[in-house]
């Protein structure tokens, strides 16, 4: 026994230590060797400067004869926004064939949720908690973009968000680092394969760079201030996760972090990015971003914008023309080094030539026809889309629904979308493609149900002339489906909303329904957590749906009458109202926590508590948690330990658990947050089924970065929950030694 314990000890100190050599080690470019150096250099002794320059500059495609020209001579690296084999192999043509030195173009689009097979939006992905299914959704992405002649997805989005009025909060995975990070790594596996040369692989690009999630009051664009360990602890995590995982590229943000805009910050792009972290891919502006610093305040002439983009270390310049205006005539004048240009070129060569784009540039017309939108690609983006629904009340097990109803009303301006599930950033996304709500209904029922569909009213607007068809629609109905949110343009870049309701008339025209006495079951089709406290207390059953993609309404049909049982977990929080924001379930303590005693931290009107906690969700089925068990109950501070839990489905349907851990330090030398996220595992389990979930807890769990920005574990008291959201669980815990 006692071997044995040696042996045990033996091996967490072994693990610990790897974890911590795995974070001093530099992040590798999947591919990369010597070989492709060596032509880097040889190219590169062969270019001129205007050749150079060139390669560091990216226009979006538009149809004119200049940006021809500019191709031809090899003054254009880089194209975003070329859908399609043909016109892609066009343009690259013009690059390989007719310009000097013949260097392919890197053809770049917002491959975020999907190419043309659409899938949910990546804040709804992020709810299946299933970083496997993500890594597989991207795969098909991938495929799908790469046989169209793209080379290079501007994703995956990795931004921390707290604040649920930035409309971008849709394009991550929510608040919580942990989460964020293993979605983070899963998208860029996905995008990037096992190789970049392979057909069918993407160059990721972590996007945006850094702390733009933190925008003050949720405008999109805004200013950014936060503590350094708060940007360590929170917002870098996924950023750096995406980078260990291989991207190769990334993308510097808007906004201005502390003072200093994004784009031109030597801290974060060369300090953080290249000498921490070893990338050694290259940084592309967002758009415009560098001509932008005169807009901050931070340089006074497009020339100053160049240099200090530049000397942060951004390498491409997109849309903003100031690296092809102002570099040439900075470096004759000495304010620039040539050496410096040759540094950025040698890293977008060294992609140009990971993704074989040397010895094969074109695309396959034939390939496109087979991968886009096939069969498989749809199953797939079906099966995202129902694990991404999260069930958010079910009175008296309203769900699922039985297929025999004599009559079925379906009320609201979603119902019948077909461009809104599509959601923001939907690529090569056609409305044709996509399943509605009420077409994935309609396919389930027999004929012989009666559906009384009604739009009521628009998803903007004050018009309220359909409420009385809604209502007498609802009043000759079982059941009311109303398909309320909103509308794909509603979230997503420059789409922040000062309200968290409903928009418009549609928590009005809910109210009437309301009226009928009828049991309703709100279907939600949202971008971002919304305010929904009216609705959560007189409704029957609400179901969040996000926007699902093309497979939307198949999914949601799925799951509405039982042949899907949803076991998606919120990823962000709901607030109660909007002036609850900002509100996140990994915050701090203070030294006077919400009581009912007067001088304490809490709002006089409304709860303190969120109306949906992070990584809540319901299930048809139940299931029980037991057997907490921590393998020690104390462990140095390089140890690690194992925590396990039975979970058992007590009902009597097939479902799906997301186990989450949980985690807090006690007593530090930096206040820690009440409650951490430190692992998860999704399962499935059979009526009557028990599983033993284990997790491990080591140094990269349990540390922090203290007052020096350090990383460190503490000595001290941990507490552990083991449950189905952030605030149930079973409760344990350990001592950390010296």
């Not at 040698?346 to 087979?370: A, H, M, N």
């Not at 079925?408 to 409305?431: H, N, Q, V």
């Amino acid at each position: 026994m006692k071997k044995l314990s040696w042996f045990l000890a033996f091996f967490f100190m072994a693990i610990s230590f790897f974890f911590i050599e795995l974070r001093l080690q530099p992040a590798q470019l999947p591919g990369h060797s010597a070989r492709i150096e060596k032509k880097i250099d040889e190219l590169l002794v062969r270019m001129t400067l205007e050749e150079k320059i060139g390669q560091m500059v990216q226009y979006s495609y538009r149809d004119t004869e200049d940006l021809k020209c500019l191709i031809a001579e090899g003054k254009v690296g880089s194209l975003l926004n070329v859908r399609g084999c043909e016109k892609a192999n066009t343009l690259q043509k013009l690059a390989v064939e007719k310009s000097r030195l013949g260097i392919p173009l890197i053809l770049g689009n917002d491959v975020i949720h999907g190419y043309r097979t659409v899938f949910p939006i990546p804040l709804g992905e992020a709810s299946t908690w299933d970083p496997e299914l993500i890594e597989k959704a991207c795969r098909v992405a991938a495929r799908e973009a790469r046989s169209a002649g793209t080379h290079w997805t501007f994703g995956p989005v990795v931004d921390i968000a707290r604040d649920p009025r930035w409309g971008r909060i849709a394009e991550g995975a929510g608040e919580d680092p942990f989460l964020g990070s293993t979605m983070a790594k899963a998208r860029v596996l996905g995008f990037q394969g096992e190789s970049l040369s392979n057909p069918s692989s993407l160059v990721a690009c972590p996007k945006h760079y850094v702390g733009y999630g933190g925008a003050e009051g949720g405008r999109d664009y805004n200013t950014v201030e936060m503590s350094l360990n708060t940007l360590y602890e929170i917002y870098l995590p996924p950023f750096e996760a995406a980078i260990k995982a291989g991207a190769s590229t990334l993308m510097s943000a808007f906004n201005e972090l502390n003072g200093l805009p994004s784009s031109a910050n030597f801290f974060t792009l060369t300090r953080i990015l290249r000498q921490e972290w070893g990338f050694r891919g290259f940084v592309v502006s967002d758009w415009n971003a560098i001509g932008e610093l005169i807009q901050h305040g931070f340089a006074a002439t497009p020339s100053e914008a160049g240099i200090k983009a530049l000397q942060a270390g951004v390498d491409m310049d997109m849309e903003g023309n100031v690296y092809h205006n102002q570099l040439s005539q900075l470096i004759r004048e000495g304010k620039v080094s040539e050496k410096v240009i040759d540094e950025s070129v040698r890293r977008i060569l060294r992609i140009k030539f990971l993704l074989g784009l040397f010895e094969q540039p074109y695309s396959d017309p034939k390939l496109e026809r087979q991968v886009t939108l096939s069969k498989e690609n749809r199953s797939i983006a079906l099966d995202v889309a129902r694990k991404s629904i999260v069930l958010l009340k079910n009175e008296n097990n309203l769900l699922p629904l039985s297929k025999e109803l004599k009559a079925l009303a379906i009320i609201g301006p979603l119902a019948e979308s077909k461009i809104d599930p599509l959601g923001t950033w939907a690529c090569a996304g056609r409305p044709e493609d996509v399943v509605t709500v009420l077409e994935g209904i309609v396919s389930k029922v027999p004929t012989t149900t009666k559906i009384l569909y009604e739009k009521g009213c628009d998803v903007s607007g004050q018009d309220i002339e359909g409420f009385e068809e809604a209502i007498n629609a609802a009043s000759g109905a079982e059941v009311v489906i109303a398909v309320l949110g909103e509308s794909a343009i509603m979230s997503g870049e420059a789409s922040s909303r000062a309200s968290l309701d409903l928009p418009s008339k549609q928590e009005d025209m809910l109210k009437a329904l309301s009226q009928t006495k009828k049991p309703i079951i709100l279907v939600l089709m949202n971008g971002r957590p919304l305010s929904i406290s009216w609705a959560a207390e007189n409704v029957s059953a609400i179901l969040e749906t996000w926007h699902l993609g093309v497979e939307c309404g198949n999914a949601v049909a799925d799951v509405l009458f039982g042949d899907y049982n949803p076991g998606g977990k919120l990823p962000v929080t709901f607030p109660r109202t909007v002036g609850q924001v900002p509100i996140y379930y990994n915050h701090k303590n203070t030294g006077r926590p919400p009581a009912q005693i007067k001088y304490t931290s809490k709002y006089l009107d409304i709860p303190s508590t969120p109306l949906y906690p992070f990584g809540y969700g319901l299930s048809y089925t139940n299931f029980d948690y037991s057997s907490l068990k921590i393998s020690s109950e104390k462990i140095g501070t390089f140890g690690s330990l194992f925590i396990s839990v039975d979970i058992r489905n007590s009902g009597s349907r097939l479902g799906e658990e997301v186990v989450e851990l949980y985690i807090r330090d006690l007593v530090s030398s930096i206040t820690r947050p009440v409650k951490e996220l430190a692992g998860f595992k999704r399962l499935s389990l059979a009526p009557g089924e028990t599983k033993t979930v284990i997790f491990t807890l080591g140094p990269e769990h349990l540390g922090f970065w203290n007052e020096h920005l350090e990383y460190v574990v503490e000595p001290g008291i941990f507490k552990v929950w083991v449950g189905p959201n952030s605030v149930e669980g079973l409760e344990g815990s350990f001592e950390v030694v010296e």
